[in-house]
Every structure is written in structure tokens, then in C-alpha cells.
């Protein structure tokens, strides 16, 4: 909290240390499934410093006007349930099978092409 005398303020009698685990929960929570929707499964165990680096900046963005500032983040380990691992890897498969039919695709008009050239 601080530097200054009227962050410190701000803190105490907008915020206080109540609100602020509450809030802290959940901005944080927020902030790793935003993240989170745009990796690939195989990616997710790979990214902690990244994760850390967006949720600092995440939370300092929300917390400094109420006069807290965050100099580091953690993220210790990163457990996936069962039912999201199945799905992400789903999602993943899928993406992988719509790019294949995409170059399939790609590669049958190139041939059309050729052939209505010759």
C-alpha cells in the first residue's frame, strides 16, 4: 500500500483488508480464464511466467486506484480437472482437424485449377 499518505487512505476507508481478499479472488480468477481462452492445451503447463506476468499487470491496473500495488505474482502449480482436460484436448483436436480440412481443401482446388488449365 502507498507510497503516499492518500493511497494509504484510499486503501483503509474505500477498500480495507475484507474487500480486498474478496476482490483479489476474484480479479484473479478473472484474469487466469481470460488467459487461459486463447492457449492450447499442450501450452497450458508451459506458461506459468507468462500467466504471472499478465495477472500482475491485470490486477496493478485494477488495484492502484484504490491504493494497493502488487510487485510480484506466483503461480506455484497449475492443476487442470479431469472434465476441462477432456474438453481443452477436444477443442484442440478439433482445431487440428478443421486446419487438415482446410488444406485438404486448399490442395483439391489447386488440382481443379491445374487441371481445367491443362
Do not use: C, W
Not at 76 to 93: C, E, F, G, V, Y
Not at 103 to 114: F, G, I, R, S, W
Amino acid at each position: 500500500m502507498g507510497p503516499d499518505e492518500e493511497r494509504f487512505r484510499i486503501f483503509v476507508y474505500e477498500l480495507g483488508p475484507a474487500k480486498l481478499d474478496e476482490l483479489l479472488a476474484a480479479e484473479s480468477e478473472e484474469a487466469i480464464r481470460n488467459f487461459i481462452r486463447g492457449v492450447k492445451l499442450s501450452e497450458v503447463e508451459d506458461i506459468k511466467g507468462e500467466i504471472a506476468s499478465t495477472l500482475l499487470s491485470d490486477l496493478n491496473k485494477k488495484f492502484q486506484p484504490l491504493g494497493v500495488n502488487f510487485e510480484n505474482v506466483q503461480i506455484m502449480t497449475i492443476q487442470i480437472p479431469p472434465t476441462l482436460r477432456a474438453d481443452l484436448a477436444k477443442t484442440t483436436s478439433f482445431d487440428i482437424q478443421l486446419q487438415n480440412q482446410m488444406k485438404k481443401h486448399e490442395n483439391d482446388t489447386l488440382h481443379l485449377m491445374n487441371r481445367e488449365n491443362q
